[in-house]
């Protein structure tokens, strides 16, 4: 790599990556002088042979293929509703085959614990009589739903989709950043994300041995079929949206077509006897499982908020029943929450006996004394971030704050200490991207999604999310990130 800061190549020019300089951090394409990711050899090989221009038009048609083909989100402002593209970055993340088996690994087993630990909380809290998290931050939790206590859910899995963040320190170790355990999003952009690449780029990607994401619909499909209850034929499986406002209603269309199932509004639900039923032209028809892409508070007007004009009334009632089988299940919000997280490593230990193979970020819990002065004291070194927000909201990255930005911090963090973490933050590694000034390195996240019904499956990869302004570490598509095509190489292949 140069030394030099990036610029734009002159049009023609070859070596696209001569004059690429990544700088202090770890580098997804060239590893860093410690740890060269040498897997990716070839692949840089067949960039360099590229021009910027032509690399540059590929990106315009990848983004208005995007466009076109209506892969987009809603973003919610002061001025409206926007429909937007999640802007793609035609070059891609490349994962070495024994660093995604590592990491598949340690997802399995964070997935396997948190599920025990929702098993647990929801019948005996042998772990919090033993002390190893503190009772009133799970059973004060705003996300613990009492109406599961004693329930037994199907192979005891609560959380059937999950996406887990992760981040990869300056010294190239990847580390947990949060777990989304509710309603985790962005799977159907890693889906096409990779459609993208093969119209767009066929000859990058040419005989490189990457493995396929395109399975992802069937592996969901065979799991809500495993959680349904024990009908006749085949069970009947929805996809519950909350409907076309809804920020990634693009992904509730993609994922009912790759499951090949009905797409379906509370509206298009009733329950009669404790039975969920579908609304069809020909009368209604029974539905088994439900993947639900909306939270609890809106589920079930009768249980939970009775304002709620988007679920579906004496839906908890079949649940608890066993009529009909709901992913993720209810409650699990607790396990996803920001400061839970802090304790996931202990819980591996507690009930796997077995050390966290991805270690956390490391994280202070504001509603602890200790950890509360610890944060006052560093607010300008320290990331601070409300417990219950999800899309980079409510975020304070201390050393890129104003004044005034940290006074704001610390006048929320001493009126409400309990709603707050703080960590260091974390030199995330960079990627190189495709800029208006040339090919520039920008900070990227990974998102890999696991599905469980009797076993878990990873999706090979994840959401590669990328911060396009330069310099932010903020990647959420909501504060303007970006996604690449992530690439896991199979054993024999590019290295």
């Given at each position: 790599m140069s030394v030099n800061g990036a610029t734009a190549p002159q049009a023609g020019a070859r070596n696209l990556l001569a004059s690429y300089d990544a700088g202090i951090f770890y580098d997804e394409?060239?590893?860093n002088a410690d740890k060269p990711a040498g897997h990716t050899r070839?692949?840089?090989?067949?960039?360099?042979?590229?021009?910027?221009?032509?690399?540059?038009?590929?990106?315009?048609?990848?983004?208005?293929?995007?466009?076109?083909?209506g892969i987009t989100f809603l973003i919610y402002a002061a001025q409206g509703a926007e429909d937007r593209i999640l802007p793609f970055d035609v070059i891609p993340r490349v994962i070495s085959a024994r660093e995604w088996a590592h990491l598949e690994a340690g997802i399995k087993q964070r997935v396997a614990t948190l599920n025990l630990f929702l098993h647990d909380i929801y019948h005996d809290q042998k772990i919090l009589k033993d002390g190893i998290i503190p009772a009133e931050l799970v059973l004060g939790n705003a996300n613990f739903r009492p109406q599961m206590a004693g329930l037994d859910v199907p192979f005891d899995t609560y959380i059937h989709i999950m996406g887990v963040d992760l981040v990869r320190d300056r010294e190239g170790t990847f580390r947990v950043l949060e777990d989304n355990g509710r309603v985790p999003s962005g799977v159907s952009y890693v889906v096409e994300n990779r459609h993208m690449m093969q119209r767009v780029f066929p000859d990058l990607m040419r005989d490189i041995g990457i493995r396929p994401v395109d399975n992802y619909g069937h592996k969901l499909l065979e799991a809500m079929s495993e959680i349904a209850p024990v009908a006749e034929g085949d069970p009947e499986v929805a996809l519950l949206s909350p409907g076309s406002y809804n920020?990634?209603?693009?992904?509730?269309?993609?994922?009912?077509?790759?499951?090949g199932v009905p797409l379906v509004e509370g509206r298009d639900l009733v329950v009669e006897n404790h039975r969920v039923y579908m609304k069809t032209t020909d009368g209604l028809a029974p539905v088994h499982s439900i993947y639900r892409r909306i939270g609890d508070d809106f589920l079930d007007p009768t249980a939970f908020n009775p304002d709620s004009l988007l679920g579906v009334p004496g839906i908890l009632e079949a649940y608890r029943r066993g009529n009909v089988a709901l992913a993720n299940a209810i409650g699990t919000g607790v396990a996803d929450d920001k400061a839970v997280y802090a304790y996931v490593p202990r819980m591996i230990k507690y009930y796997l006996d077995q050390d966290a193979l991805i270690p956390n970020v490391d994280t202070r819990i504001c509603r602890e004394h200790d950890a509360l002065t610890y944060t006052l004291d560093n607010l300008d070194k320290l990331v601070v971030k409300p417990v219950g927000e999800a899309g980079g909201y409510g975020i304070t990255i201390g050393p890129r704050a104003s004044k005034a930005e940290l006074d704001d911090c610390r006048a929320k963090l001493i009126a409400d200490p309990a709603n707050y973490i703080s960590q260091p933050v974390v030199d995330l590694s960079v990627c190189p991207t495709v800029t208006p000034d040339g090919i520039?390195?920008?900070?990227?996240?990974l998102r890999p999604f696991a599905v469980t019904g009797s076993k878990t499956w990873v999706l090979p990869g994840g959401l590669s999310r990328v911060a396009l302004q330069k310099g932010t570490l903020i990647v959420n598509s909501s504060?303007?990130?970006?996604?690449k095509d992530t690439w896991v190489l199979e054993n024999g292949g590019a290295a």
């Open positions: 394409l060239f590893g070839l692949i840089r090989e067949r960039l360099n042979q590229l021009d910027f221009e032509d690399l540059r038009r590929r990106a315009t048609d990848a983004e208005k293929e995007l466009y076109n083909l920020s990634a209603y693009f992904e509730h269309i993609f994922l009912a077509r790759e499951m520039e390195p920008r900070h990227v996240d504060q303007g990130g970006g996604s």
